[in-house]
């Protein structure tokens, strides 16, 4: 059973950085899609930036050019480099794990880390 961890989250200042991680237990990590989806108060949940087994990543345009997502296949693990934050970045984050069994898609979603953005 694949199983997702999200840490990192906290408290920064506007225009700071912080980095999330998510750990990915189970499944055969190289072979999964893995994303990176915030839900703000009140509001629904969000793709921030999806990462293909090849590697290649899409971003939502309201985080292009200051988040990076990147994936380490050693290590069964993601990450999520946010620079540049600002209060709108406010929301808990969430790690998504996505792969084929046979035809059918799987998904599985983290238990969220908080991320506040505040002066």
């Known amino acids: 059973q694949v199983q997702v961890m999200e840490s990192g989250g906290g408290l920064v200042q506007p225009g700071g950085s912080l980095r999330l991680y998510c750990a990915v237990s189970?499944?055969?990590?190289?072979?999964?899609?893995m994303g990176w989806y915030r839900q703000a108060s009140g509001k629904q949940r969000d793709m921030v930036a999806r990462?293909?087994?090849?590697?290649?990543?899409v971003y939502v345009d309201s985080v292009k050019g200051r988040f990076s997502m990147s994936r380490d296949n050693a290590e069964n693990t993601v990450y999520l480099q946010m620079n540049s934050l600002k209060p709108e970045d406010t929301a808990v984050y969430y790690c998504?794990?996505?792969?084929?069994?046979?035809?059918?898609?799987?998904?599985?979603w983290g238990q969220g880390t908080q991320v506040t953005v505040s002066s």
């Open positions: 990462m293909s087994p090849d590697g290649r990543v």
């Open positions: 189970g499944g055969i990590f190289a072979h999964t899609t």
């Open positions: 998504n794990a996505g792969w084929y069994e046979g035809a059918t898609l799987r998904g599985t």
